[in-house]
Nanobody, 124 residues
Framework: QVQVVESGGGLVQAGGSLRLSCAAS????????MCWFRQAPGKEREFVAA????????AYADSVKGRFTISRDNAKNTVYLQMNSLKLEDTAVYYC?????????????????WGQGTQVTVSS
């Protein structure tokens, strides 16, 4: 059984930084692309950032470009989301997702494995 576990969320002031981590594991699991989504109260889940298996390809939502950076350490089956210059509108539950395909996707229904989410709250 594949497990995806996020960590690193919390409360931060606007303009501050946080780094989220996501570890994927399982007896037969070999992660392909990994991705971060987020969901704010009353809103649909939205794409944030994605990275290919080897890290050579990545994609970002326009709202986070230039502020967020996705990276991964395949030796640890872990992906990171460095979030800088945080804004009030970044407040959401952040979910990590993984899929066997090596190709990056921005669509949540194309990811097979999901974490439980970690709360990020940005205050003024």
């Amino acid at each position: 059984q594949v497990q995806v576990v996020e960590s690193g969320g919390g409360l931060v002031q606007a303009g501050g930084s946080l780094r989220l981590s996501c570890a994927a594991s399982g007896p037969t699991f070999r992660s392909g692309a990994m991705c971060w989504f987020r969901q704010a109260p009353g809103k649909e889940r939205e794409f944030v950032a994605a990275i290919s298996r080897r890290g050579g390809s990545s994609a970002y939502a326009d709202s986070v470009k230039g502020r967020f950076t996705i990276s991964r350490d395949n030796a640890k089956n872990t992906v990171y989301l460095q979030m800088n210059s945080l804004k009030l509108e970044d407040t959401a539950v952040y979910y990590c997702a993984a899929r066997p395909s090596v190709v990056v996707s921005t669509k949540p229904n194309e990811y097979d494995y999901w974490g439980q989410g970690t709360q990020v709250t940005v205050s003024s």
